[in-house]
């Protein structure tokens, strides 16, 4: 029994093949006009630098400069996309900036809006760090 059983099997697997040729054929010839394109060879994604403190830091400088030139701000796609930015590196040189007070965010999820603070641009143009309003223990 158990010989028929692996009989079957093995035809079935064999049938399924044929029809899932067939079916990958006609697909090509219809999308491709012919033969289905190679596939690349299987290689590893090439892996992300490690992000240094200093990588952040110039990071933010391009980030800074770019909003310097919309004083309206601008949303984070809109600045990934113009300086080229991988979306991790955009976050870590984010968060630094405002952690630092050096960039203001307003706004949450896909309205959120960053701008440069308002009250200290000099020091700011200067490179130097603007720092928070410190809170009051109530």
Known sequence: MN????TIRAEF???ADSIHDIVMRT??????????PKQAA????PRRARVTQENKEEVLATIIELLGRHPEGLRSEQIRRE???DK????LAMNVGKESDQIVQSGERRATVYNLPKAGARAQAEGRVIKGKKKSAR
């Open 13 to 15: 697997i064999k049938f």
């Open 83 to 85: 300086l080229k930015l």
């Open 3 to 6: 010989d028929l059983r692996e």
């Open 42 to 45: 299987a290689e590893e994604p």
């Open 88 to 91: 991790k590196a955009f976050q």
């Open 27 to 36: 697909i090509s010839e219809r999308m491709f006009g012919g033969s289905m």
